[in-house]
């Protein structure tokens, strides 16, 4: 079970350090208007990613921070699922892949107090 926690933690790690940067780079400036958001959380966001998704990765050699980051992770993909479905349009639908991403870093975050 835990080298797939580990290559978990890499897809997550990786997947969150691009989507952090893409936040940051303003390529997704106009979702966040959409739902009604101040251009600070394009800031806020993509650096809770970025940041996550570093420690996610660092993480694997040192447990304390994979718990941070699956925490930080978690609630940030856990606040976006509850934007996409309390203030979008067809918010189930959108609000699919950031539930999983919630689940998936539940997983690991359980997976890592367990051990």
């Known amino acids: 079970m ?3 926690i580990i290559i978990l933690e890499i897809i997550l790690g ?19 208007a959409k739902l009604g ?3 600070i959380f394009n800031k806020i966001t993509g650096l809770f990613e970025l940041i996550g998704g570093i420690a996610m990765l660092v993480g694997i050699f040192y447990i ?9 992770l978690a609630l940030t993909m ?8 309390f203030l979008g349009k067809d918010p189930i639908k959108k609000a699919i892949p950031a539930i999983v991403l919630f689940v998936l870093n539940l997983i690991i975050l359980i997976y890592l107090l367990i051990v």
Not at 64 to 72: E, K, Q, R, T
Request: charged share 5%.
């Open 37 to 39: 958001y101040p251009p």
């Open 2 to 4: 835990g080298i797939i």
């Open 78 to 85: 856990l606040a976006g699922a509850g934007s996409l479905v």
């Open 64 to 72: 304390p921070l994979a718990i941070f980051a699956s925490i930080l």
């Open 14 to 32: 990786i997947f969150f350090i691009m989507t952090g940067l893409k936040i940051l780079s303003g390529a997704m400036k106009q979702e966040f």
